[in-house]
């Protein structure tokens, strides 16, 4: 089980949200270059980038950033979404050193999207799904649709999709604990990798993520926990790697 820190990008700097609410945000650093350093000093083996603005405009916004952290660390695997809605977008990060492109609102409007760009950029496509009460939302969690997480997710299994992001909404930005048995059930559900996302808030957290990891769980994104540090990143990982080996 491997852990994943967020670094969320809205107007040049690292923020946190609660809930995706844009006008809700937490501001930790206005460098994300250096904020990126500090979590490959803590032991982070990759990172999990947002450009929240480009999740909005639909094309990357801090696009920039992005490229400057990738290469800054060659050697780190960095997955970014937000904005990723042409196959000039991914090639652009790609060429840049970012490992996988997450497609969330295009891969809900437009699924065949998803399947052409893991046929041109094989093993370097993630779907993220981010869902309230279950259904997922689109546009920066702006809308909330009636299509089932489980169901679309499913949809891209055969497609190569790398793995899938699975965001609860609910959850993120609360500090209220991860939603283990919605991921755990999406896991079981589908054949690729499920990569679990908002809520995480302490150690406890991690045990419960680990107890579930044989359902098909193979990461944690973690942001506000360890960055108003309810969660020791470090010894997050090494509780991680103690329990699922």
Known sequence: MILIPAIDLKDGKCVRLRQGRMEDDTVFSDDPVAMAAH???????RLHLVDLNGAFAGEPVNGE?????????????????????????????????????????????????VTAMCKEFSGNIIVGLDAR???????????????????????????????IVYT???????????NVEATAALARAISIPVIASGGITNLEDIKALCAAADSGIEGAITGRAIYEKTLDFAEGQKLADSLTQ
């Not at 939302?137 to 793995?163: P, Y």
């Not at 609860?168 to 991860?178: A, E, F, L, T, Y």
């Open 65 to 113: 950033i992005v490229k400057e952290i990738a290469r800054s660390f060659p050697d780190l695997p960095i997955q970014i979404g937000g904005g990723i809605r042409s196959p000039e977008i991914i090639e652009s990060y790609l060429k840049a050193g970012v490992q996988w492109l997450i497609i969330g609102t295009k891969a809900v409007e437009e699924p065949d999207f």
């Open 168 to 178: 609860d909404i609910s959850r993120d930005g609360m500090m209220q604990g991860v």
């Open 133 to 163: 009460d279950g259904k997922v939302a689109t546009d920066g969690w702006a809308v909330t649709t009636d299509v089932d997480v489980t169901d679309l997710a499913k949809r891209f299994q055969d497609d190569g999709v790398q793995s």
């Open 39 to 45: 979590w490959v000093e803590q032991g982070a083996r």
